[in-house]
T-cell receptor, first 113, second 112 residues
Framework: GQQLNQSPQSMFIQEGEDVSMNCTSSSIFNTWLWYKQDPGEGPVLLIALYKAGELTSNGRLTAQFGITRKDSFLNISASIPSDVGIYFCAGQLSTGTASKLTFGTGTRLQVTL | NAGVTQTPKFQVLKTGQSMTLQCAQD?????MYWYRQDPGMGLRLIYY???????DKGEVPNGYNVSRLNKREFSLRLESAAPSQTSVYFC???????????FGEGSRLTVL
């Protein structure tokens, strides 16, 4: 099955630093979603992108839908300890009932004080 | 708000035993999904149900069966558990207007 290439696989950063991660696909998508998973929990949606070129922010998080529709990136500014977790990108071709999300392999973020 | 509720949260099985993971959502979503999560593999789709009365295979359906009991409930069954099925299982339902998936808290299954 297809999976998205997500990088980096893991990051160790200091509190206050900015973080950048990205996702690439061999197929185009019409929707990109970014999820965060806290330890022992299910993933929770951070940002949804519905249009090529779209740049969307949610607090310290900013995500962009690539122009080619085959990539997306997520930036976190001024990281804090609660940013620790696994970040997943996900893409889908349509939002119809039969459409499925394809997930990236995740970026594990560790924040040190 | 309950959202998506999965049970049990933890289970240990012996090889060959059977069990069913239960999932219910209270958001009136048509689509429901079962994923498994393994280290370094992300989330892989096992089965999904686009609407009540329909089910379809995902990427990794072998060794599993599902039942969409009604609009709220979607269960995952392991008929004869194998160590390769040791994983964390997530149920999700989807808002088809936005495409957003809502996940349960996960069920950690260990097969010895």
């Amino acid at each position: 099955g297809q999976q998205l290439n997500q990088s980096p696989q893991s990051m160790f950063i200091q509190e206050g630093e900015d973080v950048s991660m990205n996702c690439t696909s061999s197929s185009i998508f019409n929707t990109w979603l970014w999820y965060k998973q806290d330890p022992g929990e299910g993933p929770v949606l951070l940002i949804a992108l519905y249009k090529a070129g779209e740049l969307t922010s949610n607090g310290r998080l900013t995500a962009q839908f690539g122009i080619t529709r085959k990539d997306s990136f997520l930036n976190i500014s001024a990281s804090i300890p609660s940013d620790v977790g696994i970040y997943f990108c996900a893409g889908q071709l349509s939002t119809g009932t039969a459409s499925k999300l394809t997930f990236g392999t995740g970026t594990r973020l560790q924040v040190t004080l | 708000n309950a959202g998506v509720t999965q049970t049990p949260k933890f289970q240990v099985l012996k090889t060959g035993q059977s069990m069913t993971l239960q999932c219910a959502q209270d958001m009136n979503h048509n689509s429901m999904y079962w994923y498994r999560q393994d280290p370094g593999m992300g989330l892989r789709l096992i089965y999904y149900s686009a609407s009540e009365g329909t089910t379809d295979k995902g990427e990794v359906p072998n060794g599993y069966n599902v039942s969409r009991l009604n609009k709220r409930e979607f269960s995952l069954r392991l008929e004869s558990a194998a160590p390769s099925q040791t994983s964390v299982y997530f149920c999700a339902s989807r808002d088809t207007n936005t495409g957003e998936l809502f996940f349960g808290e996960g069920s950690r299954l260990t097969v010895l």
